[in-house]
Antibody
Framework: EVQLVESGGDLVQPGGSLRLSCAVSGFSFSNYWMSWVRQDPGKGLEWVANINQDGRKKNYVDSVKGRFTISRDNAKNSLYLQMNSLRVEDTAVYFC??????????????WGQGALVTVSS | DIVMTQSPDSLAVSLGERATINCKSSQSLLYDSNNKDYLGWYQQKPGQPPKLLFYWASTRESGVPDRFSGSGSGTDFTLSISNLQAEDVAVYYCQEYYSLSHNFGGGTKVEIK
């Protein structure tokens, strides 16, 4: 069974940092592109970043470039999102998601349950 | 950036009837080299992550009931739910994967009338 489990969500002050983790099981993690997608509470979905299989190719939505870093550890079957200089507007549930295709342009076929990040003073 | 516009924002349908959700993209999602539309549909229930229903606009994901259908090409797409069941109450999202931004529509809430 494919499982993705996020952790690390918390309440943090504006300007602070947080690191999200996503532990995966049930599939060969090292064979897949992975993404982070966020959802404002009660609102819509926004793709945040993706990373290729060996971690060398990364893409970000403009609003997080220079502040967020996506990474992975294939030996630990884990995906990460380092979030720095957090802003109130970064408040959201953050999902990790698996790309269906071997491409940065892909739909997402499996999602985690999400981790809540709240940025507030 | 590609803008995805869903309509309506919400709809109430009687059990057993049909629900139709529209999704319009600001530019074509049809990739000429493979003649595929880079458009997918998700279902999201409260407290749950999105669940993939369709990809390539009309390819049903494994396990999705055949009362769900996806159609359209280019810039105009439709998700239809025939014979609506109580368990279909959810918010439905379209998503383009033609661009790296992977833009989502704003969602359509389906309720029982």
């Amino acid at each position: 069974e494919v499982q993705l489990v996020e952790s690390g969500g918390d309440l943090v002050q504006p300007g602070g940092s947080l690191r999200l983790s996503c532990a995966v099981s049930g599939f060969s993690f090292s064979n897949y592109w992975m993404s982070w997608v966020r959802q404002d509470p009660g609102k819509g979905l926004e793709w945040v970043a993706n990373i290729n299989q060996d971690g060398r190719k990364k893409n970000y939505v403009d609003s997080v470039k220079g502040r967020f870093t996506i990474s992975r550890d294939n030996a630990k079957n884990s995906l990460y999102l380092q979030m720095n200089s957090l802003r109130v507007e970064d408040t959201a549930v953050y999902f990790c998601a698996r790309a269906m295709r071997d491409s940065p342009y892909s739909i997402f076929d499996y999602w985690g349950q999400g981790a809540l990040v709240t940025v507030s003073s | 950036d590609i803008v995805m516009t869903q309509s309506p924002d919400s709809l109430a349908v009687s059990l057993g009837e049909r629900a139709t959700i529209n999704c319009k993209s600001s530019q074509s999602l049809l990739y000429d080299s493979n003649n595929k539309d880079y458009l997918g549909w998700y279902q999201q229930k409260p407290g749950q992550p999105p669940k993939l229903l369709f990809y390539w606009a009309s390819t049903r994901e494994s396990g999705v009931p055949d009362r769900f259908s996806g159609s359209g090409s280019g810039t105009d797409f439709t998700l239809s739910i025939s014979n609506l069941q109580a368990e279909d109450v959810a918010v439905y999202y379209c998503q383009e994967y033609y661009s790296l931004s992977h833009n989502f529509g704003g969602g359509t809430k389906v309720e029982i009338k």
